[in-house]
DNA sequence: ATCAACGTTTAT
DNA sequence: ATAAACGTTGAT
């Protein structure tokens, strides 16, 4: 009788149909009143995040909805979501708004993690009214957070008044018990099946009020701190043993407690009671403050499917955790922050599936990364002899030890192309701290990359120092790491930043990251981008990328350091982000073989912005410092050339290669009097160029800084004529004619 | 307007 | 208690 998804005697058109068909009594026959029962609050429907891992896929075809549906050739009555497409985390409707303000999600424009929280928009699983927290007036009662689902919670209201929760919580789906369900695995993942049953069917709460917390401290249990953080990175299973699951809830629930107190302090700032605190309560001030930060995070809905997360440090608050691999790794003992809310495990998992949306097309290779670093066992990456030791029981020095042996390992393993290592470097790379910034309420928008902000690096990771567990610190300071990490790969660095939350800091220093190649990557991702950001390169490759607008669009304004970025091989569409965005320091810029950039586009590309902004010489085009321009293989002609003229002043080296629509003309324009490119040129590549002429070679001679001149495979350019450009110009500087049709100055070096 | 599917109601 | 149905919402 089950619903058997897999069922083979699935029939739609015959006994089933037969049990119930159209023919209804229609008790609620007119529009069905919206009103809950109990309560006043009109519901409003949830809807897909669209972002989690089951409302990416694709229907299954199979399943018992499936097989309902039209296009899968069933009569379409169920009306039902494909199992494996049931959303982990429903939303609130964009239209949903304040009752109070008729206002929706603003958690957008607040930055402070709390006023964020209550600036979005909360539904309460009793009364299903939906409000901005921000928006009540007097806080008689706190509200009961709902973790398990986005911007969820009981309001101070209804929790005040002891109402219990519904038995089925907003966004509950009967279809998520059955087999294939995603929500259904995350839900059982959660408890691990060992819920009790007097809280079966309720969603979890995160306890939010000192009234209603459980007391417990009895354990005196003290959360790790970071310098013990490596002591909980063992694998995740370890806290699902039923001992390390009490633990943990206690630990949880002494969190609480401590956040609580936190929040009562907050809002009665007595300053004699503060002096009361005692020392303990004060030491973990900082940390209280992140937890509720972490709290406020959790409520966002985007919490669950961004990549942002908890961290378990003091002196991590400020950064957040950058790092999924380092989190996975890092997190999972009962210190972390996140252990307040029940349920850690599921939201753990919740937050891996989710970072999938990240990663998009590289979806393996990342879980793959990420699998590895969650589950030390498996740890490939492991040398034998350290699998045989409790890797993660270890501490302090030993993981730094081992640590080594493990990048001396990686390191053999060297091997294949550079692009695709680059590709699964960056792609492996830990995530980098992302903050939704989306309302609650604002629908997800098609392009993600505009939910995240992605806070740079600091100049310099803190902390100064490997913390270790006896208190004491390692001899060696970050400078004599760094001086150590710049001698690995950043696959290698990626690798390390595994190794502990200290070591995640520091392999992201931009110093060792100022350059990244990502050419040839056949998909750039958000986590790549991401990734790219919190490292700040100066140089730049995304040559043959499929990078899109947006994501160069967004990459590039927030990459002011920037001074050479090569998008050769990209589309056009893609480049034109270059139209707008700003990139300052920019000096150098590869655009060859741009499909469809010719003369309009470059138009486009060079004109000074029509909108004057703040800050923007609106004369100049943002191109306007560049010094370093190639533009192989483009189809291009004078039109272009002499836009270059005008809007590059600084133009250095120019390369032309295979631009077969350049011709003499367009060399007299690079060369006429009062061109700047006249002065300042310096290196020419007209290789390919095969409409050029012997012409040209007389006008390049106007041309008093050139030091090097290419012309190889240049049809119509005899090899006397270069022969005489050589001797002409021996009056201002010595050249000679190295290989076929180079001329390069002497006692200066080649660039290429 | 169309489509997907949420969440309640009804049948079993 | 569970499966099926379906009115209606929400997104496009």
Redesign the pocket.
């Known amino acids: 009788?089950?619903?058997s998804p897999d069922d083979e005697d699935y029939d739609t058109s015959q006994s089933?149909?037969s049990?119930?068909?159209?023919p209804?009594?229609a008790?609620?026959s007119?529009?069905?009143l919206?009103v809950?029962k109990s309560t006043s609050g009109a519901?409003?429907?949830?809807?897909?995040c669209r972002k989690c891992e089951a409302c990416l896929r694709s229907e299954c075809g199979e399943c018992?909805f499936c097989k309902?549906m039209k296009?899968f050739g069933g009569p379409g009555?169920?009306?039902?979501?494909?199992i494996k497409?049931?959303?982990i985390a429903?939303v609130l409707?964009?239209?949903a708004v304040c009752k109070i303000c008729g206002e929706a999600g603003k958690e957008d424009n607040v930055v402070d993690e709390a006023e964020k929280f209550n600036a979005s928009l909360m539904e309460c699983s009793i009364c299903n009214e939906i409000l901005h927290p921000g928006c009540l007036k007097v806080e008689e009662s706190e509200g009961l957070i709902n973790d398990e689902l986005p911007n969820c919670w009981e309001c101070p209201k209804c929790n005040q008044e002891g109402k219990t929760g519904k038995k089925?919580g907003?966004?509950?789906?009967?279809a998520s018990?059955l087999p294939g369900s995603l929500l259904k695995e995350f839900k059982e993942g959660e408890d691990g099946g060992r819920r009790k049953s007097e809280d079966l069917g309720r969603p979890k709460m995160e306890e939010y009020h000192p009234n209603r917390r459980k007391s417990d401290d009895g354990l005196g249990l003290k959360r790790r701190k970071e310098k013990d953080l490596p002591m909980d990175m063992g694998p995740r299973k370890k806290l699902r043993g039923g001992k390390d699951d009490k633990l943990q809830k206690r630990k949880e629930e002494d969190v609480t407690q401590a956040t609580v107190k936190e929040k009562k302090r907050k809002t009665s700032p007595n300053s004699e009671e503060s002096n009361k605190v005692n020392h303990l309560e004060r030491s973990e001030h900082a940390e209280r403050i992140e937890r509720i930060r972490q709290m406020m995070k959790r409520v966002n809905r985007n919490e669950a499917t961004s990549s942002s997360s908890s961290s378990n440090s003091d002196s991590d608050s400020s950064s957040g955790s950058e790092s999924s691999l380092q989190r996975s790794a890092g997190s999972s003992g009962g210190s972390s922050p996140r252990s307040i809310v029940k349920g850690d495990n599921q939201r753990s998992k919740l937050r891996r599936l989710s970072n999938d949306i990240f990663s998009e097309e590289d979806d393996e290779e990342e879980d793959e990364d990420e699998e590895n670093a969650r589950n030390t066992k498996t740890n490939s990456l492991l040398a034998s002899k350290d699998r045989e030791n409790n890797y993660y029981g270890l501490r302090g020095e030993n993981i730094q030890k081992n640590s080594f042996r493990t990048v001396e390992v990686s390191l053999k393993k060297k091997n294949g192309p550079s692009s695709q290592l680059c590709h699964k470097v960056l792609g492996g790379l830990p995530r980098p701290q992302i903050l939704s910034k989306l309302p609650v309420q604002s629908?997800p928008k098609p392009f993600q990359m505009e939910r995240h902000v992605v806070r740079p690096p600091p100049d310099s990771p803190e902390p100064d120092s490997l913390p270790l567990d006896s208190g004491s610190e390692h001899v060696m300071q970050r400078e004599v790491w760094l001086a150590i990490f710049r001698y690995l790969s950043h696959k290698d660095l990626c690798i390390c930043m595994r190794v502990c939350k200290t070591w995640s800091k520091w392999c992201c220093d931009k110093r060792l990251w100022t350059t990244i190649n990502l050419s040839g990557c056949r998909s750039i991702t958000p986590t790549m981008l991401s990734g790219i950001i919190r490292r700040q390169p100066t140089m730049l490759d995304l040559s043959w990328t499929n990078i899109s607008k947006k994501q160069l669009s967004w990459l590039i304004n927030k990459l002011q350091n920037l001074k050479i970025l090569a998008l050769a091989g990209c589309i056009w569409s893609a480049i034109s982000a270059l139209c707008t965005a700003s990139c300052p320091l920019l000096r150098m810029l590869d655009l060859s073989w741009v499909v469809d950039l010719k003369d309009s586009q470059m138009r486009e590309l060079l004109s000074p912005p029509t909108d004057c902004r703040v800050g923007q010489n609106h004369n100049q085009s943002k191109l306007w410092n560049l010094t370093e321009f190639h533009l192989a293989g483009l189809d291009i002609t004078d039109l272009s050339l002499g836009l270059m003229t005008r809007h590059m002043p600084m133009l250095n080296k120019l390369d032309l290669r295979q631009c077969t629509n350049v011709t003499d003309q367009s060399i007299a324009l690079l060369t006429a009097a009062g061109s700047s490119t006249r002065e300042t040129l310096t290196e020419i590549n007209l290789s390919g160029c095969h409409r050029i002429t012997d012409q040209c070679l007389l006008l390049l001679k106007h041309c008093p800084n050139l030091t090097q001149i290419e012309l190889q495979d240049c049809k119509l350019i005899t090899a006397q004529a270069c022969q005489q450009l050589v001797e002409g110009l021996a009056a201002v500087a010595p050249f000679e004619l190295s290989k076929e049709k180079i001329l390069k100055r002497r006692s200066l070096q080649l660039t290429k």
């Open positions: 009788m089950a619903l089933r149909a049990a119930r068909l159209k209804r009594p008790p609620s007119g529009p069905k919206l809950h519901r409003r429907r949830r809807t897909r018992h309902d296009k009555r169920m009306k039902q979501s494909c497409r049931q959303c429903p409707p964009h239209t089925r907003p966004g509950f789906k009967f018990n629908p």
